[in-house]
């Protein structure tokens, strides 16, 4: 006789992060954890704006109608900075429920560090010595030291791609850093995981993907020399401007304070470069979701 299949079970893993709302769809088969759909909206929720939690509700409204569409057994939605920083969250929340029939969970900066991570070693593997986990995202950026692909201490930066000002006095970013890995033990590390759309983006244009293809970002090594390019080519020109293979329109006026906010990481840990992949938040939460 042979042994019983296992039932293929789809979820749906919704990120409202603090610049976009990102959709997984996924499904465990044979043991893997596959992807099944992928949707992003930016929605920049950190502006805190009226017009940009519209953009997010919109955004949230649709890509649950997708995940349903496609067949979901579950639908897991975190938020993470924008959210946790909002006065208004909790009207927010209440009208996605009303709306979508979806919880959206705001977790803190430890929970939301250790879902990225958990999401990041389904594409990188086990991380030979102790590592820093870097995820710039839109309005925090989470650090952990990684041992044996566990995060054993977190700490979070509002410093964030759209938070952080393109004229920030670059020494003064390296000493936030610098500070935050000695609060996490991560002053000597083997090396750098980089997380999140300021990553991915620097990776893409570093490769001049078009159209993106995270196939070819996971594990990708991203030099410092590089991103310290990109800063000094874009940083003159107005976003507008800023037309480079890789680099989506609205993406362009965040970019270059994404890559400061890492290449000030690299800095403080004193890595030449950082190891990049497009697996996030939402693979850790959809990994969460079949457990």
Known sequence: ???????????????????????????????????????????????????????????????????????????????????????????????????????????????????????????????????????????????????????????????GAVTVPERTERAGLVLQLRSALADIGAEGVAGVLALGGSATTLAAMTLELQPYDPARISRYTLAREAIEGWITQLLPLPPAQRRVAGLALDRAPIIVGGAMILAAALDAARVPSALVTDRCLRWGLALELLS
């Open 1 to 159: 006789m042979t042994g019983a299949t296992e039932p293929v079970r789809r979820v749906a893993a919704l990120d409202v992060g603090s610049n976009s709302v990102l959709l997984l769809v996924a499904e465990r088969r044979d043991g893997e954890l596959l992807e099944v759909a992928e949707h992003a909206r930016t929605t920049r929720l950190a502006d805190h704006s009226a017009v940009a939690r519209e953009r997010t509700f919109s955004a949230i409204i649709d890509l649950v109608g997708e995940a349903r569409r496609l067949g979901v057994e579950t639908i897991g939605a975190v938020g993470t900075a924008a959210l946790r920083v909002d006065e208004n969250a909790q009207a927010f929340l209440a009208a996605v429920h009303a709306s979508a029939g979806v919880e959206l969970e705001v977790v803190d900066a430890e929970r939301e560090a250790q879902l990225a991570l958990a999401g990041a070693l389904t594409d990188v593997g086990p991380l030979e010595g102790p590592w820093l986990m870097c995820d710039v995202g839109g309005a925090s950026t989470e650090l952990a030291r990684v041992e044996a692909g566990r995060a054993v201490a977190t700490t979070s930066l509002y410093l």
